[in-house]
Nanobody, 115 residues
Framework: QVQLVESGGGLVQPGGSLRLSCSAS????????MSWYRQSEERERERVAT???????NYADSMEGRFTISRDNGKNTVYLQMNSLKPEDTAVYFC?????????WGQGTQVTVSS
């Protein structure tokens, strides 16, 4: 059974940091592109960052420099380090695994940036 379970969300003040985790099981994690997406009431779901199986990264323009994606293939986990958070970063953050025609999504974790 494929599972992607996000964790690490919560309430943080503007300028603060959070580290999200996405733990995967039920598929060959090391061969999949892993991505983070986010969705809010104001915005449609948008891609935040992607990391290839080989470690190549790609970020949405507005997130590069503040957010860092990483993965640990030994732990079947992908991370998103978020720094200098802004109120507009408030969203539900999802992880996605993709390889070929196979695509899996997690249930999301809420991140709220507010004073």
């Amino acid at each position: 059974q494929v599972q992607l379970v996000e964790s690490g969300g919560g309430l943080v003040q503007p300028g603060g940091s959070l580290r999200l985790s996405c733990s995967a099981s039920g598929f060959s994690f090391r061969y999949y592109d892993m991505s983070w997406y986010r969705q809010s009431e104001e915005r449609e779901r948008e891609r935040v960052a992607t990391m290839s199986p080989g470690g190549r990264t790609n970020y949405a323009d507005s997130m590069e420099g503040r957010f860092t994606i990483s993965r640990d293939n030994g732990k079947n986990t992908v991370y998103l380090q978020m720094n200098s958070l802004k109120p507009e970063d408030t969203a539900v953050y999802f992880c996605k695994a993709k390889a070929g025609f196979n695509e899996y999504w997690g249930q999301g974790t809420q991140v709220t940036v507010s004073s």
